[in-house]
């Protein structure tokens, strides 16, 4: 019998990813998915959370980050590259705030318990908290754009 949380081998996937393929590789270097299954002995799409890990590794120890390639695979990509893609995922999460937001709204608090109405409680307030985060910036971002137009920063 194979115990369930058996070692697969002398190094964990994330790590022969970062090792073999990204240690060395350079901007705009382009991983495929050929590479990473052949890396891995198996089908990439059906775990790709090693790739995220090594992703991870690769931005806190060479300073670069991974960019998906459409039917491809992946690129490093350049320094000046990076807040382009942090905004991107901040507007992604922007709209998961919203709609997290409408899911707590939408929630008929007279069908919970005791327990679950305490949970939503708990949730509501941190995702109202962030949201208003975001609102704040988004006012913030308004009147520096004002204040730009008319000379003023």
Do not use: C
């Not at 991983?31 to 775990?47: C, H, M, S, V």
């Amino acid at each position: 019998m194979t115990p369930l949380f058996a070692s697969k081998g002398d190094r964990p996937e994330w790590r022969m990813i970062f090792e073999d393929l990204l240690d060395g590789a350079d901007y705009n270097t382009v991983i495929t998915y050929a590479q990473l299954e052949e890396l891995l002995g198996r089908k990439f799409e059906t775990n790709r959370g090693p790739l995220y890990r090594a992703r991870q590794e690769l931005g806190s120890v060479r300073k670069r980050w991974l960019e998906a390639v459409p039917q491809v695979g992946y690129r490093v990509v350049e320094s000046n590259e990076h807040v382009r893609l942090s905004v991107a995922h901040r507007q992604k999460s922007k709209r998961q705030l919203s709609i997290a937001t409408r899911v707590l709204t939408a929630t008929d608090l007279e069908k919970l318990s005791g327990t679950d109405l305490m949970d939503w409680d708990t949730e509501q307030k941190a995702t109202f908290a962030l949201w208003a985060i975001v609102a704040h910036e988004n006012r913030i971002r308004q009147i520096e754009d004002v204040l730009r137009r008319n000379g003023l920063i």
